[in-house]
């Protein structure tokens, strides 16, 4: 079975740190760029960010660029979203999701398998 | 960036109706567009990409249409399993953005 699994949240001071890892299992994991999203409580879907295949592209969203960094380990089947310089704003559930298709940039690309999410507050 | 709008935020119907939602881009993003459903507490599920593809294991009462600015989802007749809110995605360019979502509750 296709399965992307967060893991690393929980509750950190303003301005602290916290880093989230998303284990992928039942796909090629190296074939596939991945990406996270966020939601605030009772709000919509916010994307954060995204890897490419090889690791050496990634992409984020104004309001993490500079404070949130996306990382992968293929070894360890992995993705990893270092976040830095916590707010307020930034507490939500955080999805790891992998693309459906193959390699980057595809025509029919969107995101076929999400995690379950997991949750970060930032509060102090 | 390109911007997203639902229509309309909130919907309420009937089991057996046929609703459609909308969903416009501030710029043309051709056919890279894609449908979500989520239900409280879960992840998103993918419902469309490419704007009218069906993703594998989704019912075809589902249907996705449009390109360029303007695209729909249209689910045929409402089963009980369907109320839900409804999110369009665009990935033509980054960042990669959603629409504010679509609340579809029964009637």
């Known amino acids: 079975e296709v399965q992307v699994l967060e893991s690393g949240g929980g509750l950190v001071q303003p301005g602290g740190s916290l880093r989230l890892s998303c284990a992928a299992s039942?796909?090629?994991?190296?074939?596939?760029?991945m990406t996270w999203v966020r939601q605030a409580p009772g709000k919509g879907l916010e994307w954060l960010s995204e890897?490419?295949?090889?690791?050496?592209?990634?992409y984020y969203a104004d309001s993490v660029k500079g404070r949130f960094t996306m990382s992968r380990d293929i070894s360890r089947k992995t993705v990893f979203l270092q976040m830095n310089s916590l707010r307020a704003e930034d507490t939500a559930v955080y999805f790891c999701?992998?693309?459906?298709?193959?390699?980057?940039?595809?025509?029919?690309?969107?995101?076929?398998?999400w995690g379950q999410g997991t949750m970060v507050t930032v509060s102090a | 960036d390109i911007q997203l709008t639902q229509s309309p935020s909130f919907l309420s119907a009937s089991v057996g109706d046929r609703v459609t939602i909308t969903c416009r881009a501030s710029?043309?993003?051709?056919?890279?567009l894609a449908w979500y459903q989520q239900k409280p507490g879960k992840a998103p599920n993918l419902l469309i990409y490419?704007?009218?593809t069906l993703q594998s294991g989704v019912p075809s009462r589902f249907s996705g249409g449009g390109s360029g600015t303007e695209f729909t989802l249209t689910i045929s007749s409402l089963q009980p399993e369907d109320f839900a809110t409804y999110y369009c995605?665009?990935?033509?360019?980054?960042?990669?953005?959603f629409g504010q979502g679509t609340r579809l509750e029964i009637k």
């Open positions: 890897i490419s295949v090889s690791g050496d592209n990634t």
């Open positions: 490419a704007a009218s």
């Open positions: 710029q043309g993003i051709r056919s890279y």
């Open positions: 999701a992998k693309y459906r298709s193959l390699g980057d940039g595809a025509p029919d690309r969107a995101f076929g398998v």
């Open positions: 995605q665009q990935l033509n360019s980054f960042p990669i953005t």
């Open positions: 039942g796909f090629t994991f190296s074939n596939y760029a």
